[in-house]
């Protein structure tokens, strides 16, 4: 059975700092890649964030680039984003998925093309 709890959301300031983690479960992370998503209030699911499962590929939202970074570790079946910067339009719903096919050097940003979501954490950036 294929599990995704994400972690590490909260209340921040705008300038501060979070590190959300994805644990998964229930498949070999060596395989697969894994997107993080955020949704706000009124907006489509976004696709911030995607890492392959050799960490070969990785691929951003022009909206956070150089502000977040993505990695992953396989041996503990999760992955991380570290959010620096933040900024209230960071604010939203984040969610880390699975990818649907195998692909050894591959990721995307694009919700359709992910199969596994975990439940979501909150990120609220305020003052």
């Known amino acids: 059975q294929v599990q995704l709890v994400e972690s590490g959301g909260g209340l921040v300031q705008p300038g501060g700092s979070l590190r959300l983690s994805c644990l998964a479960s229930g498949f070999t992370s060596d395989y697969y890649a894994i997107g993080w998503f955020r949704q706000a209030p009124g907006k489509e699911r976004e696709g911030i964030s995607c890492?392959?499962?050799?960490?070969?590929?990785?691929d951003y939202a022009d909206s956070v680039k150089g502000r977040f970074t993505i990695s992953r570790d396989n041996a503990k079946n999760t992955v991380y984003l570290q959010m620096n910067s933040l900024q209230p339009e960071d604010t939203g719903v984040y969610y880390c998925a699975r990818r649907r096919n195998y692909a050894n050097n591959y990721c995307g940003r694009v919700p359709n093309e992910y199969r596994y979501w975990g439940q979501g954490t909150q990120v609220t950036v305020s003052s």
């Open positions: 890492i392959s499962s050799s960490a070969s590929s990785i």
